[in-house]
């Protein structure tokens, strides 16, 4: 990993003591990581990185993707995990968080192919990508972009369930899981949905919806880990089911007891299901590879 960079923007713009207090939760669960800013595809990323255990080498770098509307904040807890064994990053896709936000909101395609540039320009060669919710449609398309980008994905609660495509169904599920998630984690989102603004949002979200994953599934050919929450009512079980058995090498992980975003409730359970994913590449790796 590269230096600690100073923040390009300077001071941070936030307006006035309510979103100040709430960044405060989100970044008390970034110790240990620090900001990063990158210029990829002619936009500043922000991200927060770690470089891992030292002394340690060999092992791919692991890179979280935040969903809809919100920034990596939310996706710290695991990322706070995950360092102790592998260097990790968090961007904050354009448009969100502390990154710079184009007039034009970016759509699946366009975000995917800044993240691919985004990770050429880190040196984060072939990581395994960690993505949740809306972040997982941005992965696959960045896969499909590139075969060789990634060695593996890991799938948390990956939208969009085509039984329920549309901004009815997908605002009602939403709603449904809100009181399913733990109380702190309010907060970090609220704060990156008042920054992404409502157009963006609703941009966003049409985007998501228009977007087919299941028709790229089969062409994935890493190794794919899907998650599921078990009380998450935005990924079904069916649907989580299915996506696992298009997937060419996949296989399903159900986290009992969280709902849609585990990566912040239940950052050990979620961990452990990619160690056994990043076990599972070492035993199919060359003699000459480093091991995991």
Not at 171 to 199: F, H, K, M, Q, T
Request: with cysteine; glycine share 8%.
């Amino acid at each position: 990993m590269k230096g600690r960079p100073r923040s390009p923007y300077g001071a941070q713009d936030d307006a006035g003591v309510l979103r100040v207090w709430l960044s405060l939760s989100a970044e008390r669960l970034g110790r240990g990581l620090w900001s990063d800013w990158t210029v990829a595809a002619g936009l500043t990323v922000h991200a927060r990185v770690s470089a891992g255990p030292a002394g340690v080498t060999g092992r791919p770098p692991v890179v979280l993707l935040h969903g809809l509307g919100v920034s990596g904040r939310y996706m710290l807890p695991t990322a706070a995990v995950l360092g102790s064994r592998f260097a990790v990053a968090v961007p904050d896709l354009p448009g969100f968080g502390r990154s710079e936000k184009p007039p034009r909101t970016l759509d699946t395609a366009q975000l995917a192919a800044c993240l691919r540039e985004w990770t050429a320009v880190k040196e984060l060669e072939r990581p395994i990508v960690l993505a949740n919710s809306y972040g997982c449609q941005v992965a696959l398309e960045a896969s499909s972009q590139d075969p060789d980008w990634c060695c593996a994905l890991v799938l948390v609660g990956p939208t969009v369930d085509p039984a329920a495509r549309s901004r009815h169904a997908q605002i009602g599920r939403w709603v449904r899981n809100l009181p399913r998630e733990p109380l702190a984690e309010g907060p970090v989102v609220l704060r990156d949905y008042l920054a992404a603004g409502a157009r963006r949002l609703t941009r966003t979200l049409n985007d998501a919806l228009a977007d087919r994953p299941e028709d790229k599934l089969g062409a994935i050919e890493l190794p794919v880990l899907v998650v599921r929450g078990e009380r998450d009512p935005i990924v079904p079980h069916r649907w989580a089911a299915r996506i696992t058995a298009l997937l060419p090498d996949a296989r399903l992980l159900t986290i009992p007891g969280a709902a849609h975003t585990p990566n912040f409730s239940h950052p050990r359970e979620l961990a452990a299901g990619l160690y056994a994913l990043a076990a599972h590449l070492d035993t199919n790796r060359r003699p000459d590879d480093p091991p995991i």
